[in-house]
């Protein structure tokens, strides 16, 4: 259904870390609304949230980025390596040299997505965006990363509201 989009648990990290995070005891202006804002104005953040996250799906499908095993293990818990992921280089046939464009997070090569996950975005209703919101604070608040048994899957046909 429609009210589980934007749940999964690779959004919500990625909402957490790079826009609530960043908003996190935010400044009151009430010309602004910025209350309101706070509690629902995530709609071009979710948008970019998808979109970054179906970048780096596709990086990984192509195999343009690999993944690997975490490299420390400390009692039986891995623990996360640092990695140094950069844009993958491909050759540019108009320049005759290697060029970072074909993969760059761009509008170019990502506006379109961009802005179909964010207009799919604005189709929740506010009570919707709320809960996206209180669902991500509250792993935040409590230090620990979405519990995965509490987000879903969206049963949409809208693919951009599915991830």
């Known amino acids: 259904s429609p009210e589980k989009a934007f749940r999964s648990v690779f959004v919500q990290q990625l909402l957490l870390g790079s826009h609530l995070s960043a908003t996190k005891g935010f400044v009151q202006v009430s010309a602004l609304d910025t209350s309101s804002l706070a509690k629902h104005g995530i709609v071009g953040a979710l948008g970019l949230c998808g979109a970054a996250l179906m970048r780096g799906l596709n990086l990984i499908k192509s195999g343009d980025i690999e993944l690997k095993a975490p490299a420390n293990t400390k009692d039986g818990i891995a623990k996360l390596a640092t990695r140094d992921v950069r844009t993958p280089v491909r050759f540019n046939m108009a320049s005759g040299k290697d060029s970072k464009t074909a993969c760059a997070f761009s509008d170019q090569n990502w506006g379109t997505p961009t802005r179909k996950f964010t207009s799919a975005a604005q189709r929740r209703s506010i009570t919707q965006l709320q809960d ?21 899957n969206a049963g949409s046909d809208d693919e951009f509201a599915l991830i």
């Open 132 to 152: 996206i919101v209180e669902l991500a604070l509250t792993s935040l608040m409590i230090g620990q990363e979405p519990d995965p048994n509490a987000l879903s």
